[in-house]
């Protein structure tokens, strides 16, 4: 974790952030092989602490930590992206004892369609909950207790909504950075999307955050006499700085895609509409991804109620043209089911149109209550775990 830690913090916030360096993941089996038996005094990491999390504090559309700290609160750091994994990843023995190859480093980010995989497994809104994160985590079948990655060649999906409303996000964000890592050398893949929050973040919106993740960025690096940053007080202007296009952690973000299909399913956080489809779903996510990073204004995608990340056409209320909207979509994109979170399914993951959509954010975080479910996609079956 300390390795993508100073590398987020090392980008500067006051001018377009140089791209990351390339991934020396050819590396990594060697260092970890000079490691072993070894102790720190040779560059080699020690233990890290088990983490502990605290996790305290309605939607409207609105046009509204990762620190040296957060490694007390992953119980296996995350891994710098590209690094060896120790559960099926680069480097690890297979069943027989040899050496696994690395893979090339994961795409960021993902392309907007990818083909059909054997099983997925879809998560709603997290919001600040790093307990609840890794138990869904867990539930998925995805990590073990040490945060590793125990799937294999399974593929998860996050539908949105890491941020606000709890005081885990860095911690939560880290993870599933380190998650996504180890999932791809093992041959399977976490898809992290982003919802209305992490936009509404990004546009410095900050109406739903806690006090705690106020402080969760205050280390992050600004520039003290940046214009932007005077409008806040000083105790936010890291979150500020993190959170801003072209910031650190906005540039997390953006190799993060808004809508994503896998097969015959479309995964996105709010719902996409006929109107979307026409437009184009890659040409969305590259230019959210864009703003995300400095490098294009605010699209129109991310601020009204007919945008991927904030319509409820199907998650709230939903009648015959609702449906008739969903149908289209999904015939427009050739796939069969469409997965939504962003309205809380107070009695649990549910489908609606005769089985197009399945609406999946059940409230996992302390804030909501901590409903912990998932929902499973294997083949022409659809089951929810509980």
């Given at each position: 974790m300390t390795a993508l830690i100073s590398r987020l913090h090392g980008l500067s916030v006051a001018a377009p952030v140089a791209p990351p360096q390339p991934r020396l993941s050819w590396l990594s089996p060697l260092l970890a092989a000079l490691c072993v038996g070894?102790?720190?005094s040779l560059g080699c990491a020690g233990p890290v602490t088990p983490p502990t999390a605290v996790v305290d504090s309605d939607d409207t559309v609105a046009t509204t930590a990762l620190t040296d700290a957060d490694t007390a609160q992953g119980s296996a750091a995350p891994r710098a992206a590209g690094a060896d994994v120790d559960s099926g990843g680069a480097g690890s023995p297979d069943a027989a004892g040899r050496r696994r190859?690395?893979?090339?480093?994961?795409?960021?980010?993902?392309?907007a369609v990818l083909p059909g995989v054997p099983k997925i497994v879809a998560i709603g809104d997290l919001h600040g909950d790093i307990t609840a994160t890794r138990a869904v985590l867990k539930l998925a079948g995805a990590i073990d207790d040490a945060d590793h990655w125990i799937g294999g060649k399974l593929v998860v999906v996050q539908v949105g909504d890491q941020l606000d409303r709890g005081d885990g996000e860095k911690a939560i964000l880290l993870l599933l950075d380190s998650v996504a890592d180890q999932a791809h050398q093992a041959g399977g893949a976490l898809h992290v999307l982003n919802g209305n929050h992490e936009t509404m973040n990004v546009a410095q919106q900050f109406g739903y955050v806690t006090p705690?993740?106020?402080?969760?960025?205050?280390?992050?690096?600004?520039?003290?006499?940046?214009a932007l940053l005077g409008k806040f007080a000083p105790h936010q202007r890291g979150r500020v700085s993190a959170l801003r296009p072209g910031g650190p952690y906005a540039k997390l973000l953006a190799g993060h895609n808004t809508i994503q299909v896998i097969g015959d399913t479309v995964f996105v956080h709010g719902g996409v509409l006929p109107q979307h489809v026409t437009y184009g779903i890659a040409k969305i996510n590259q230019e959210i991804s864009a703003w995300m990073n400095n490098q294009a204004p605010a699209p129109q995608s991310i601020s009204s109620?007919?945008?991927?990340?904030?319509s409820r056409h199907y998650s709230l209320d939903v009648d015959a043209e609702d449906c008739k909207l969903a149908a289209q979509a999904l015939a427009a994109l050739h796939v069969k089911r469409m997965v939504v979170a962003h309205t809380v399914q107070s009695k649990g993951i549910n489908s609606v149109c005769g089985g197009?959509?399945?609406r999946i954010d059940v409230?996992?975080?302390k804030h909501y209550g901590g409903l912990a479910q998932v929902l499973v996609v294997e083949g022409a079956s659809v089951v929810i775990a509980k």
């Open positions: 070894f102790t720190a190859a690395a893979r090339p480093p994961r795409p960021i980010p993902q392309p705690g993740g106020w402080l969760d960025f205050a280390d992050v690096p600004h520039v003290p006499n940046d109620e007919t945008s991927p990340v904030w197009l959509v399945w409230g996992i975080s």
